[in-house]
């Protein structure tokens, strides 16, 4: 008996119909702006959320300082961390993806802050802080240089210290 022979079916690709702009997947600009103008109007809106997160942060290291186990602790502040660096740029404030994004990699892969990671987890935060009360947007210019250099600086002496 012979074997059967292999048939290859190509779906159809409404996505490359779409990419040419004339397939059913047409962008329609009226829904655009209304997108457009959603964000712009959640743009206001987010320094206070911000603040809710930073506040959030600050409440969750003090906990950290308490907590016999510090991981779940540790999670929550890592979970308020990626929101953060996933937020700011989305909304002008490129300087807060920078810095939670900073926190996020100092705290991945730890069970638990001693000593100078305090001092480093609370710069971050201060250092967002900060970003929102100057208003800084974007990359900062010289006072986002100023910011960073600061934080870098203690991220860096906490990782001499642990070396």
């Known amino acids: 008996m012979p074997e059967p022979q292999a048939q290859f079916i190509r779906p159809p690709n409404p996505l490359r119909k779409a990419k040419v702009g004339n397939g059913p997947a047409k ?5 655009l702006a209304k ?41 929550t502040m890592f979970r308020h961390a990626l929101d ?3 937020q700011g740029g989305s ?11 900073s926190l996020a990699d100092f705290i991945t892969g730890r069970t ?24 800084v947007k974007g990359d ?11 934080l870098n600086a203690i991220v860096a002496k906490a990782a001499a210290a642990k070396g």
């Not at 962008?27 to 829904?31: G, I, M, S």
């Open 35 to 75: 997108a457009e103008a959603a964000v712009d109007d959640m743009q206001k809106h987010y320094p206070d959320w911000a603040d809710e997160d930073l506040t959030m942060l600050e409440k969750t290291l003090l906990d950290i300082r308490d907590a016999d186990d510090q991981m779940p602790h540790i999670k």
């Open 140 to 150: 900062g210019g010289k006072t986002g240089q100023a910011l960073m250099g600061g």
């Open 84 to 86: 953060m660096k996933g």
């Open 27 to 31: 962008l329609d600009p009226l829904l």
């Open 112 to 135: 638990n802050l001693k000593g100078i990671d305090f001092d480093v987890v609370a710069a971050h935060v201060q250092t967002m802080r900060a970003v929102f009360a100057e208003d």
């Open 91 to 101: 909304f002008g404030y490129d300087m807060v993806t920078q810095v939670a994004g």
